[in-house]
């Protein structure tokens, strides 16, 4: 059990010691089966984190869309028009009016176009191959829901 007192983070999924492993994408043109939907309401390196976890995923069929919540400052949107030009599979949905936190992922999940939908915030780190892990339970067992 992790001691919230004093957490040991230090195994994290993108801690310095741990292997980096390149999956890439056996075909770019694979239909994703699993959308992970982000709301972004402001840049922040966690996001970068949280990208680089997803790119590191063993399922490559994945698309994320982050999800503009009426982002006004400069900085943010750059960032995410980086983020959408790094990997093709990344992209920017934006709100026109901000909506809060529940309507933004409710739209990010209309905009998935995948029965999977894995919800992350910026600063979520995934290990390789949970999406992997995630899909396969839920596809094999379809009474499961988590």
């Given amino acids: 059990m992790i001691d919230p007192g004093k957490p040991n983070l230090g195994g994290a999924p993108l801690a310095p010691w741990r292997p980096r492993l390149k999956y890439l994408p056996i075909d770019r043109d694979l239909a994703p089966v699993v959308t992970a939907v982000t709301v972004v309401d402001r840049a ?19 698309r994320c869309i982050l999800v503009d919540d009426e982002t006004r400052d400069r900085e943010t949107a750059a960032f995410l028009d980086l983020a ?26 209309l905009a998935s176009r995948t029965s999977f939908v894995h919800l992350l915030e910026a600063g979520d780190l995934l290990e390789a191959t949970a999406l992997e892990k995630c899909f396969w339970a839920l596809h094999s067992h379809a009474e499961w829901a988590f």
């Fill in 44 to 62: 922040t390196p966690l996001l970068l984190d949280t990208l680089a976890s997803l790119c590191g995923q063993s399922l490559q069929a994945w």
């Fill in 84 to 109: 959408e030009r790094r990997d093709p599979r990344v992209e920017r949905r934006t709100l026109a009016v901000g909506r809060g936190l529940a309507r933004a992922r409710n739209f990010g999940v």
